[in-house]
Nanobody, 126 residues
């Protein structure tokens, strides 16, 4: 059974940093693209960042491009999102997602991802 479990969320102040982790189990995702999405209260889920199976290609939404870094540890089947200079508008539930197709590229569409975690809450407030 495939499971994606996010961790690392919490309550922080504007300007702070957080690092989210996503632990993958049930199969290896070393040949699969992965991504982070988020959903703020009352809003639709939106793309945050994605990384290709090769790790050579990453994609970010414009509002996080200079502040967030997506990375992965294939040996340990982990996905990360380093978030710096957090702002109140970053407040959301953050989800990790995995593409089931091998050799997949970094994509921003939810339709590309077949496996999802339950999410971790990130709240940025003073």
């Amino acid at each position: 059974q495939v499971q994606l479990v996010e961790s690392g969320g919490g309550l922080v102040q504007p300007g702070d940093s957080l690092k989210l982790s996503c632990a993958l189990s049930g199969r290896t995702f070393s040949l699969n693209a992965m991504a982070w999405f988020r959903q703020a209260p009352g809003k639709e889920r939106e793309f945050v960042a994605a990384i290709s199976w090769t790790e050579r290609s990453t994609v970010y939404r414009d509002s996080v491009r200079d502040r967030f870094i997506i990375s992965r540890d294939k040996n340990n089947n982990q996905l990360y999102l380093q978030m710096n200079s957090l702002e109140p508008y970053d407040t959301a539930v953050y989800y990790c997602a995995a593409n089931s197709r091998r050799f997949s590229t970094a994509e921003s569409s939810e339709r590309e991802y077949d496996y999802w975690g339950q999410g971790t809450q990130v709240t940025v407030s003073s």
